[in-house]
């Protein structure tokens, strides 16, 4: 099932609408996507897998591949590195990103299908779907929804997210 987010920061799956965070760098042209701009890209993006934190939460209901993540779990976002937009274990040398977090954002993660069938280098990394601060604040280009309406998105059966300007 494909959701569809507007630049507004709408979420619509299934003729319901789910308020939703996106990049501080707004939506842009999936063509001009690049490393740190901070924007999430125009794009249709599979579901390819979803991650956790079991210490915090139970799995969600998902019909994708669900795996807990831990304090060793990772993603790399230095373009010049060959793990380049992929899950690493920490520690790591390149500049990456830790998803064992202190606050909550993390504790379900969807892994969207950006820039890595395949990957190019600086063309964006971890466009995420996770949980959105209290007050959906601007993320670094994911897109992030409350808690409870990110497990229901997922149990609605997510199967990819469509991105429009």
Same mark, same amino acid.
């Given at each position: $099932?494909?959701?569809?987010?507007?630049? +507004?920061?709408?979420? @619509?799956?299934?003729?319901?609408?789910?308020?939703? @965070?996106?990049?501080?760098?707004?939506v842009i042209a999936a063509l001009r996507k690049?490393?740190?701009?901070? /924007?999430?890209? *125009? /794009?249709?993006? @599979?579901?390819?897998?979803?991650?956790?934190?079991?210490?915090?939460?139970?799995?969600?209901?998902?019909?994708?591949?669900?795996?807990?993540?831990?304090?060793?779990?990772? #993603?790399?976002?230095?373009?010049?590195?060959?793990?380049?937009?992929? $899950?690493?274990?920490?520690? =790591?040398?390149?500049?990456?990103?830790?998803?064992?977090?202190?606050? @909550?954002?993390?504790?379900?993660? &969807?892994?969207? %299908? #950006?820039?890595?069938?395949?990957?190019?280098?600086?063309?964006?990394?971890?466009?995420?779907?996770?949980?959105?601060?209290? +007050? =959906?604040?601007?993320?670094? &280009?994911?897109?992030?929804?409350?808690? *409870?309406?990110?497990?229901?998105?997922?149990?609605? %059966?997510?199967?990819?997210?469509?991105?429009?300007?």
């Amino acid at each position: $099932m494909r959701a569809m987010v507007t630049a +507004d920061g709408v979420l @619509a799956l299934a003729g319901q609408r789910f308020r939703c @965070a996106l990049g501080k760098g707004g939506v842009i042209a999936a063509l001009r996507k690049q490393e740190g701009d901070g /924007a999430t890209p *125009a /794009a249709t993006m @599979a579901l390819r897998r979803v991650l956790y934190r079991a210490d915090r939460l139970g799995a969600p209901d998902c019909t994708v591949a669900l795996e807990p993540i831990g304090p060793a779990d990772g #993603w790399c976002d230095s373009q010049d590195d060959s793990m380049y937009n992929r $899950m690493i274990n920490l520690p =790591y040398s390149a500049r990456h990103e830790a998803l064992w977090r202190a606050d @909550a954002l993390y504790d379900i993660v &969807g892994v969207l %299908g #950006w820039n890595d069938a395949p990957v190019r280098r600086g063309a964006g990394s971890a466009i995420f779907l996770h949980v959105a601060t209290a +007050d =959906y604040a601007p993320t670094e &280009g994911c897109v992030a929804l409350a808690l *409870a309406d990110l497990r229901r998105v997922l149990a609605m %059966g997510l199967a990819e997210v469509s991105v429009v300007l």
